[in-house]
C-alpha cells in the first residue's frame, strides 16, 4: 500500500514536470520531497518503490532497466561539538543539567533516563541496571563525575521515587 501512495504521488509529480527519463525525474522527485520537509526514512521508502517500479517496467517491457541514483539530503549534522554542548546545558536548571548529562554520559534513552529510581543502580560503581529488550537485564556504566553528581541524590530520596521527576513531554 505504502509504494501505491509513492507511484500515485510520483505520477502526479512527472505530470507537473515534464520530465520522461526516469532517472532524471527520480532525481527531481527527491529533491522536491527533501524539500518538502519529509522525513528522510520516508522519502528514501517513496524512492525505493519509485525505483522497484521503474526496475520492474523495464523489465516487463524487456528493456534495460535505468541505472538510477537517488540522491542523500543533507540532514542534521552526525554529531554536536562539544562546546556548542556545553553551552546549551549552561541554559538549564539544576535538574535538567543533570539529566541531560546522564543522557550524555550514558546514551540512555529519555524515557528510561526519566524512569530511573534509587533500585536501578547498584553500588559501590554505581552501574545502571535496566530491563533491556526481550526482558534481559542491561547494564549500563557512569562517568566518575556523574556517578559523583548522582551518589548523593540517591542516598537523599525515597527508592521508590524516581531521580528525575519531569514529565516527558
Given at each position: ?148 553528581k548522582i ?15 519531569l514529565a516527558?513531554?
Open positions: 500500500r505504502f509504494y501505491r501512495k509513492a507511484l500515485g504521488q510520483l505520477l502526479a509529480f512527472s505530470a507537473t514536470t515534464g520530465v520522461t527519463a526516469p532517472d532524471e525525474l527520480i532525481q527531481q522527485w527527491a529533491r522536491h520531497l527533501y524539500t518538502r520537509g519529509i522525513a528522510r526514512a520516508s522519502a528514501a521508502t517513496y524512492l525505493r518503490g519509485a525505483r522497484a517500479f521503474l526496475r520492474w517496467r523495464a523489465h516487463t517491457l524487456g528493456e534495460a532497466a535505468p541505472e538510477i541514483r537517488i540522491p542523500t539530503c543533507k540532514g542534521a549534522p552526525k554529531a554536536i561539538a562539544i562546546d556548542d554542548v556545553v553551552r546549551a546545558i549552561a541554559f538549564l536548571g539544576r535538574s535538567e543539567r543533570l539529566l541531560a548529562e546522564t543522557l550524555l554520559d550514558t546514551g540512555l534513552r529519555l524515557s528510561e533516563a526519566l524512569s530511573l529510581t534509587p533500585s536501578h543502580f547498584e553500588r559501590p560503581d554505581l552501574q545502571i541496571v535496566l530491563l533491556g529488550k526481550g526482558g534481559e537485564p542491561r547494564r549500563v556504566w557512569m562517568g566518575v563525575t556523574l556517578a559523583a551518589g548523593p541524590i540517591l542516598a537523599s530520596i525515597d527508592p521508590r521515587f524516581r531521580i528525575f521527576p516527558a513531554s
